[in-house]
């Protein structure tokens, strides 16, 4: 398969002349950023219902955040347990972005117009590590997998079986639900992402000036410093596609992916070779490119394909589901 060869230096190194230019953008097209029982601590906040909670995470020996949307019948019916879809922000952002941003009023909306139904969602803070372990021992893999997961799911009345699980990321978060999908595909019903930021290989910045210093910087500590080739393809989605098609499809995971047209740093183009590459090896999905940018205003754009297609492919026994106690 011939790769699509993408200038990934030149890529990041747009990110951070932005960043440069404006460090703190408040518009949902920001860089790569793409009630019941509670957990304890948890602060509600505005009508969206979002609480925001901690837990101490194991793996990064340390609190990791998160925010949480309850359905509106979670306080109505104490006895109901819900599906659960965790979702992934991007680069320079945090757990409250999926509010900050309108993801979480946009799933209100697509609720009340009868497009999904009610599940529980959560957004961990992710900090720019795209969530891997870490070559510097920063374990944000771990952190979703081992210790989020199982916290969320005994603190919060999530129904059993990776039928009633997803995962979902934009950009940075792409990748990072992508990655933990194809390692970890028995342990969820579908993956979704919008404008995923992946690379087809390692990005290798070169020079002395401070912007090539900042890059190196920012990937030398998740990749390995300097960084280590082998490390990156072993959590690049692209390779992960192939190196672990089978258990994909025994899984039978749903994967549905997408990107815009005119996604300023270009990655409609790598999105479009993880499509090639998942055809290359018989795995079904959906993958479109739609007309946008890059960002979340481009995920509230197309946000009803994304959710309305995680919404069948979590388990019909889940939607009406209810406690033992």
């Not at 340390?62 to 006895?79: G, H, N, T």
Request: charged share 20%; hydrophobic share 40%.
């Amino acid at each position: 398969m011939k790769l699509i060869t993408l200038t990934v230096v030149t890529t990041l190194a747009l990110v951070v002349s932005a960043i440069a230019i404006q460090p703190y953008v408040h518009s949902r097209a920001s860089i790569l950023n793409g009630q019941g029982v509670s957990s304890p601590g948890a602060q509600s906040t505005s009508d969206s219902g979002v609480q925001y909670a901690g837990f101490q995470s194991a793996a990064l020996g340390r609190e990791m955040k998160f925010a949480i949307q309850l359905p509106p019948s979670y306080d109505s019916d104490a006895k109901r347990r819900f599906p659960v879809v965790y979702f992934l922000h991007g680069m320079f952002g945090s757990e409250r972005e999926f509010e900050r941003r309108g993801v979480a009023a946009a799933i209100s909306k697509m609720r009340s117009d009868g497009l999904i139904g009610e599940f529980i969602i959560v957004s961990p803070a992710g900090e720019n590590s795209f969530y891997v372990n870490a070559k510097n021992g920063i374990r944000y893999e771990d952190a979703v997998v081992q210790d989020l997961i199982p916290y969320i799911e005994k603190t919060y009345r999530i129904a059993p079986g990776s039928g009633n699980r997803a995962i979902q990321g934009i950009s940075m978060g792409g990748f990072g639900a992508l990655m933990i999908a194809f390692k970890h595909p028995e342990m969820f019903s579908s993956v979704t992402t919008h404008c995923a930021a992946l690379f087809t290989e390692l990005p290798k910045p070169t020079g002395d000036d401070r912007r090539s210093q900042f890059i190196s910087g920012l990937i030398g500590k998740i990749f390995g410093d300097p960084p280590d080739d082998v490390f990156y393809q072993s959590v690049n989605p692209i390779k992960l596609a192939q190196t672990n098609a089978a258990a994909i499809k025994k899984s039978a995971l749903k994967i549905h992916f997408d990107a815009g047209d005119k996604d300023r740093y270009g990655f409609q183009n790598t999105n479009k070779v993880l499509d090639d590459q998942l055809t290359g090896v018989g795995v079904t999905h959906e993958f479109h490119i739609f007309p946008g940018n890059h960002g979340w205003e481009y995920m509230i754009s197309v946000a009803d394909r994304s959710y309305g297609f995680l919404w069948k492919s979590l388990g019909t026994n889940a939607k009406v589901q209810h406690a033992s106690r």
